[in-house]
C-alpha cells in the first residue's frame, strides 16, 4: 500500500499574501430578465469561504499542521467574517487592517452549480500600506518550519524579494505560488508551483513535455530554485530539479467539477508534507492526490488528512500480490511515474519467524513499496544443502502474501537475485545481517542507478536454521 500522511502536528507553516473572502450566491434560475437579456437568480442561500493566501492556511490546517496566516486587509466586516471563519479553522489571523481600501472580496452568482457572474470588490494595496506586513512577518519566523508566499497580485506581496530573503535568513524552506509574467522577484525561493498556463507566460510556449523540462532546467538555474513543480490540469503534474531527471506523475482527479482554489490546495499539500518531513517527489505525489480531490468540489475547498488518506488507500493495488516478471517491472513502472519509492529485498523465508516479519516491517517503513525476492526451491538447496527448503515454493510465497508489509513477491532461480534487482533497480535495497553494502547482490546496479543499500541487523536468537535444530533436538528427546 502507499504510504499514508502522517502530518507532524508539532509543525506549524507561516503563510503570507494576498488575503481574499470569497463569496458565494445560490439560487434557482427560471426566467430572463424583461430588462435585459440576462437570467433572474432568484437567491436562495449565500455563503462565504476564505480565499487567496487564506485558503492556503484552511488547506494546511486541515492537513493536520498549524498555520499563521500574515496579510492586509481592510478594517470592515468583511475582514472580522474572514478572521472568525480562520479562527474557527484553527488558523492564527495575524492581520494588518487598513482603512484606505476595503477587504478584496470576490462575489460568484451560481445556479444549478453553474457560476453565471464573478464581481470582484477590489482595490489594490499600496506599498505604504503593505509596509508593515514584513516586520510582522518577520516576527513570526522563529516559530515556524516553513513559509508559504500566496500571490494573486493584489499588491500584498509587492516585495516578495524580501519576505523570500527573510524566510531563507531564518533557515526556512520558502514556498512560492506565483503570479504575473516576472518570475525573477522570486529569486532564490526553493519551490515555485505555478500551473502551466503562469510557466508558459514566463518561459515560452511547451509544446512537450521535453520542452517543459528544459525550460524547467532553465529556469532553475537562472533564478536560483531548488524545485519547479508546473501544475498541468488534465496532464497531470511535472517536478523539476536541477542536475536530476523531471518526475511527471498523472492526474488523479476522476471529475474536474471546479478548479478554484486548486492551486492553493496544491501549494497547501506541498507544504504540509514538507513540513511533516517529505521529499519533494513525495510531498508532490500528496498535492496529485489532493488536487485531485478538490477538483471535483465547487469553489474553493479543502482536504482533510483523513479524506487524503482514504484515497490513498483506494488507490492502492493490493490485488496482485504475486506478479511475473514482466507485471512486476510494470508496476515499478508506474510506481516510478507516481514518485513512490520503492523497496526490495531477498531471501529464502523457509521457515517464517519473529525475526523474518521485524525485519520486513523495517524493511517496508523505508519507502512505499515492498518487493520481496525469494528464492526457489532448487537455489535454496544449492545455498543450505540437503533436506532444505523445508516448505515448497508456493507455500513460502503464500505466508509472505499474506503478511502486512508486504506488497509484491517474486521467485528467481539463480544462485542470487543480482540480475532481477538489476533490472527493477529499487530506490531502497535492503538486506539482513552483517554485511558491508559491496557484499549484497545487485549493490552496485543499484547505487550506480542512485539508490541506497539499507542492512538491518538479525533479530537475536531468531533463526530458521535454530528452529530446525530445535526441533530435532525435541525430536530426539522423545521416548
Excluded at 55 to 81: E, F, H, M, Q, Y
Excluded at 165 to 171: D, F, N, P, Q, V
Excluded at 295 to 301: C, S
Aim: charged share 25%.
Amino acid at each position: 500500500m502507499t504510504q499514508l500522511f502522517i502530518p507532524d502536528r508539532t509543525a506549524k507553516v507561516l503563510i503570507v499574501g494576498d488575503v481574499i473572502l470569497d463569496r458565494y450566491v445560490h439560487g434557482s434560475t427560471t426566467r430572463i430578465s424583461p430588462e435585459a437579456p440576462v437570467p433572474v437568480v432568484h437567491v436562495q442561500e449565500t455563503e462565504e469561504r476564505p480565499g487567496g493566501a487564506g485558503n492556503v492556511a484552511l488547506n494546511i490546517c486541515s492537513l493536520g499542521i498549524r498555520a499563521c496566516l500574515v496579510g492586509i486587509t481592510g478594517d470592515d466586516p468583511a475582514s472580522d467574517n474572514l478572521t472568525g471563519l480562520l479562527g474557527n479553522a484553527g488558523v492564527d489571523c495575524r492581520f494588518v487592517r487598513q482603512k484606505a481600501f476595503p477587504t478584496i472580496t470576490k462575489l460568484r452568482v451560481l445556479s444549478q452549480h453553474q457560476q453565471l457572474l464573478r464581481l470582484d470588490y477590489e482595490t489594490s494595496a499600496t506599498a505604504e500600506a503593505t509596509a508593515p506586513l514584513l516586520e510582522l512577518f518577520t516576527n513570526y519566523l522563529p516559530e515556524c518550519r516553513l513559509v508559504v508566499l500566496s500571490d494573486y497580485a493584489k499588491g500584498g506581496l509587492m516585495q516578495a524579494g524580501d519576505f523570500i530573503k527573510a524566510g531563507l535568513e531564518a533557515g526556512l524552506p520558502v514556498l512560492v505560488d506565483p503570479k504575473g509574467s516576472d518570475f525573477t522577484r522570486y529569486h532564490g525561493a526553493t519551490l515555485l508551483t505555478p500551473n502551466l498556463k503562469e510557466f508558459e507566460s514566463v518561459v515560452g510556449p511547451c509544446s512537450d513535455d521535453e520542452a517543459i523540462a528544459a525550460k524547467g532546467h532553465e529556469l532553475c538555474r537562472s533564478i536560483s530554485l531548488e524545485a519547479l513543480l508546473v501544475t498541468r490540469g488534465e496532464h497531470g503534474m511535472t517536478l523539476i530539479r536541477p542536475d536530476r531527471e523531471p518526475v511527471h506523475l498523472e492526474t488523479h482527479a476522476r471529475e474536474v467539477f471546479d478548479v478554484t482554489g486548486a492551486g492553493d490546495t496544491v501549494i497547501a499539500a506541498m507544504a504540509a508534507a514538507l513540513a511533516s518531513g517529505n521529499d519533494f517527489v513525495r510531498a508532490m505525489a500528496m498535492a496529485n492526490r489532493a488536487a485531485g480531490l478538490v477538483v471535483a468540489r465547487l469553489g474553493a475547498a479543502s482536504v482533510t488528512t483523513e479524506e487524503l488518506n482514504t484515497a490513498i488507500r483506494a488507490e492502492s493495488d493490493d490485488n496482485n500480490a504475486l506478479p511475473g516478471k514482466e507485471q512486476l517491472l510494470e508496476k515499478v513502472r508506474q510506481m516510478r511515474s507516481r514518485g513512490e519509492t520503492v523497496v526490495m529485498t531477498n531471501g529464502c523465508f523457509d521457515i517464517l519467524h519473529a525475526g523474518h516479519v521485524d525485519y520486513l516491517q523495517k524493511a517496508k517503513a523505508m519507502g512505499d513499496h515492498l518487493i520481496v525476492a525469494v528464492n526457489d526451491d532448487d537455489s535454496v538447496r544449492r545455498l543450505k544443502g540437503p533436506g532444505r527448503p523445508i516448505n515448497p515454493l508456493q507455500q513460502r510465497m503464500a505466508v509472505l502474501a499474506a503478511l502486512k508489509p508486504v506488497d509484491y513477491i517474486i521467485a528467481f532461480s539463480e544462485d542470487t537475485p543480482e540480475q532481477l534487482i538489476a533490472e527493477v533497480l529499487p530506490d531502497v535495497l535492503v538486506k539482513g545481517g552483517d554485511y558491508e553494502p559491496e557484499q549484497i547482490a545487485g549493490s552496485r546496479q543499484v547505487l550506480d542507478n542512485g539508490g541506497e543499500i539499507k542492512i538491518i541487523p538479525f533479530t537475536e536468537n531468531c533463526s530458521t536454521s535454530r528452529i530446525i535444530d530445535m526441533a530435532k533436538t525435541a525430536q530426539e528427546g522423545k521416548p
